[in-house]
């Protein structure tokens, strides 16, 4: 029978995390030109640009910021711990 390491098996299990995340955006053209984005899986999460490249720059940022939450270094949990992780 083949057995791990702690370490090896800490390794294996993380080597297969996913670092991308699909969403689906709908664009729409804005009524004063450019165009506005909106991201229906994060509530309230919305961007413009003038053209569809600013657009699609800006939904990056929005979706990074809507996905972001700060937690203050001195708040604690009594049985757990904070991580950050990429998706």
Sequence with gaps: M???SCEEYRFAR???IITNM???VVVHE???GGYWAEVPS???CATQGETFEELLQNLYEAV???LSVDV???QTFEDGRVL???V
Aim: aromatic share 4%; with cysteine.
């Design 2 to 4: 083949f057995q791990r």
């Design 14 to 16: 993380h080597s297969h």
């Design 22 to 24: 699909k969403l689906k």
């Design 30 to 32: 804005a009524e004063e």
């Design 42 to 44: 994060i509530p309230g």
């Design 64 to 66: 990074e910021g809507c």
């Design 72 to 74: 203050p270094p001195e």
């Design 84 to 86: 950050e992780i990429a």
